[in-house]
């Protein structure tokens, strides 16, 4: 089993640093749960990753309180806008766009919601 927590956590770590250069996907969400993972599987691996200068402040915060830094919040509220621009841009359709925005909207109320790190 620890093999498998191990791999979901290594591919998760992958997909977060493939989001630092994607807009469209998200970083941190990844990094929290290749700290999970490694939780379960890798003490040298978990370790590495809450000791990491970029990751491991934004891991505690989250731990300890469920807080999301101000400027974490400000980057995730302009890539949501991002991706509702691109979506109007390309004409998709105005029901599409419809669940699109209540879903952005759902969103960002939960980062916008939780406290400040």
């Known amino acids: 089993m620890r093999i498998i927590w191990a791999s979901i956590g290594?591919?998760?770590?992958?997909?977060?640093?493939i989001g630092i250069?994607?807009?469209?996907?998200?970083?941190v969400p990844f990094m929290i749960l290749a700290a999970f993972c490694f939780a379960r599987s890798s003490e040298r691996l978990h370790d590495w990753l809450l000791s990491h200068?970029?990751?491991g402040?934004?891991?505690k915060d989250w731990r300890s309180n469920g807080a999301i830094r101000p400027h974490v919040k400000k980057l995730s509220t302009v890539s949501?806008?991002?991706?509702?621009?691109?979506?109007?841009?390309?004409?998709?359709?105005?029901?599409?766009?419809?669940i699109q925005a209540l879903a952005l909207c759902g969103v960002l109320?939960?980062?916008?919601?939780r406290p400040n790190g």
């Open 53 to 55: 200068p970029k990751f």
């Open 10 to 17: 290594l591919i998760s770590v992958g997909l977060g640093i």
């Open 57 to 59: 402040p934004v891991i």
């Open 109 to 113: 109320i939960f980062i916008w919601s």
């Open 80 to 98: 949501v806008a991002a991706v509702f621009a691109i979506s109007l841009a390309m004409g998709v359709r105005p029901i599409v766009l419809g």
């Open 21 to 27: 250069l994607l807009p469209l996907l998200p970083t």
